[in-house]
């Protein structure tokens, strides 16, 4: 097969790019660089990652070539770069969407700038009748986007605190002796036992425990089982059982019930870094839990059976947010930026 990347985004063959010898794929597009500027825009977004380009398999730089396609603007070459098919390797379950791209060039003119700085927070909400993501960083700023092209609403504005992907009601009663527990915790994630609110809090140091917050009682006991400070919680439910989720330093996450505070199953094994970020959703029909982790990947886990789902998805930088929309699109935070991928 002939492989010209020269002749421009339009042209490009995706083949060349996720299956070529990282080096030939540089000198070509170096060569080819200035007979247009969607050549240059090419050569741009290859060597966006070209440092890890070099040292991943096929599929796993067809991702990376994906999501830096997305970040510069171009999600048809993103869609196309997605298709391509690696042998001994798995189709490609996601296509990114669209991404940010705070630390590219601003003159591709259609990139997302996005924080600056890490970004640790995605929440998922309604503006003016559109589906928003909200993130929240460590530059101190709140942004929204829209969920279906990642243009954002308004300016970055300073940070507001969040449960569990929304705000505690107005209206909802805290015991005083929860108030501080929860305004000082990691992570917050409410949920329902036998028909009342309850919410599970992580705070960074011992085990994740359950609350009522109108009593400031204990319910069940608290999820003991990890080897290492517990700062990510979420809650879900499996065939109507409310569980929880938790990521922890000792890079497993684990399922609980959330009544008692057993542990479910055996632990969520595959990350090689700490666990981050944890949340729970519906992809295809499939209750899910999703991590992200200092490993540079987000996995997606089956919370029936406690298997994987597909290959680990990685990323240029450590995941630090990650939340599944209702109708079963990942968003994650990594580093400074923001991707969305949709199953193929």
């Known amino acids: 097969m002939s492989h010209d990347p020269s002749v421009g985004v339009v042209g490009v063959d995706p083949e060349f790019l996720v299956h070529a010898d990282p080096g030939a794929v540089v000198d070509a597009l170096e060569a080819g660089a200035a007979s247009s500027p969607a050549a240059r825009l090419v050569r741009a977004l290859y060597q966006e990652s070209d440092h890890l380009h070099r040292a991943v398999t096929p599929g796993v730089r067809r991702q990376l070539l994906a999501l830096d396609a997305a970040r510069f603007g171009d999600r048809k070459l993103a869609a196309r770069i997605s298709s391509v098919a690696v042998e001994g390797e798995a189709d490609a379950l996601w296509t990114v969407e669209w991404a940010t791209s705070s630390m590219i060039v601003l003159t591709y003119r259609d990139t997302l700038p ?158 090689t870094d700490s666990v981050w970020t944890v949340a729970t959703g519906v992809v295809d029909g499939l209750p899910v839990a999703v991590t992200g982790s200092s490993d540079r990947t987000v996995r997606v886990w089956d919370l029936a059976s406690g298997r994987q789902v597909g290959p680990e998805l990685v990323f240029p930088s450590e995941v630090g947010a990650v939340a599944v929309t209702p109708d079963g699109r990942l968003v994650v935070g990594f580093g400074w930026e923001i991707a969305v991928l949709a199953r193929r």
């Open 114 to 271: 996005g924080h600056t700085d890490t970004v640790h927070s995605v929440s998922l909400g309604t503006v003016d009748g559109r589906d928003v993501v909200v993130t929240a960083g460590w530059d101190k700023t709140v942004c929204v986007w829209d969920l279906a092209d990642g243009r954002p609403f308004g300016e970055p504005s300073l940070p507001v605190v969040t449960v569990d992907g929304g705000h505690l009601a107005a209206d909802q009663s805290v015991d005083e002796s929860l108030a501080g527990p929860i305004e000082s915790a990691w992570t917050v994630a409410r949920g329902v036992v036998d028909g009342r609110p309850v919410v599970a809090v992580a705070d960074g140091e011992g085990p994740v425990r359950v609350w009522d917050p109108a009593t400031g009682s204990p319910v069940g006991e608290p999820f003991v089982g990890h080897t290492a400070p517990v700062r990510v919680v979420a809650t879900g439910v499996v065939d109507g059982r409310p569980v929880a989720v938790t990521g922890s330093l000792d890079r497993s996450a684990r399922v609980w019930d959330l009544a008692s505070g057993r542990p479910v199953r055996e632990p969520l094994i595959g990350h």
